[in-house]
């Protein structure tokens, strides 16, 4: 079965301050896709990446990161010089590409990100 | 390109009653999601239709709960004899192939009295 963890519940920063959100994920494919998701106070669901399992590099895209170690089974997020705008709670999400469940999406529990100016 | 959409977006409902949501995906995705999320969890999965095939349902998805995909289109969620513990979140998402990633609609809020 798969399941994704983000240990962090919540994490509070000041504003220009780096922060690393953590995704630790269990499944038993060779072949799955790991994905993050941010969810301001509106409450809908903004995509963020999607990486699958064969693609190790590490992505950027302007103040965010993201480091992917198959070793550790982690997917781990980090946004540079954080803003008041990215406060939202932020999900970690796996599918499967085997199985029936047409790659339905896992999530962590999610972690809240606080930016005080 | 207009997003997912899903309509209500708040339903407040008596026990016991029934209550009907409906999504409008992307066009031209063939995958629609159903996901449920309470307060503070992340969201689980539910159901997912391929065109207009149900192709799965989660063990959540008890029989009080239908849903729908006329044509390919639009997908509606009914829950019948609403309990208390159906009070969630209901998000909807499509993509466009398998393996490709799933966009949200803004969700309805169920709140069961």
């Known amino acids: 079965a798969q399941k994704v963890t983000q240990a962090q519940t919540e994490i509070s920063v000041v504003e220009k301050e780096d922060v690393t959100l953590d995704c630790v994920y269990e499944t038993r494919d060779t072949t799955y896709y790991l994905f993050w998701y941010k969810q301001p106070p509106s409450g809908e669901l903004v995509f963020l990446i999607r990486r699958n399992s064969f693609d190790e590099q590490n992505e950027i895209s302007g103040r965010y990161s993201w480091n992917f170690q198959k070793s550790t089974s982690s997917f781990n997020f980090t946004i540079t010089a954080s803003q008041v705008v990215d406060s939202a709670v932020y999900f970690c999400a796996l599918s499967e590409a085997g199985g029936n469940a047409g790659n339905m999406l896992t999530f962590g529990g999610g972690t809240r990100l606080m930016v005080k100016p | 390109d207009t997003g997912v959409s899903q309509n209500p977006r708040h339903k407040i409902t008596k026990r016991g009653q029934n209550v009907t949501f409906r999504c409008d995906p992307i066009s031209e995705h063939n995958r629609l999601y159903w996901y449920r999320q309470t307060l503070g969890q992340g969201p689980e999965f539910l159901t997912y239709?391929?065109?207009?095939?149900?192709?799965?349902k989660s063990r959540l998805l008890s029989d009080r709960f239908s849903a729908e995909r006329p044509k390919g289109s639009f997908s509606t969620l009914e829950i019948q004899r609403t309990e208390q513990g159906d009070s969630a979140m209901y998000l909807c998402?499509?993509?466009?192939?398998?393996?490709?990633?799933?966009?949200f609609g803004p969700g309805t809020r169920l709140t069961v009295t």
């Open positions: 998402a499509s993509s466009y192939r398998e393996k490709y990633e799933q966009y």
């Open positions: 239709f391929q065109n207009e095939a149900q192709l799965e």
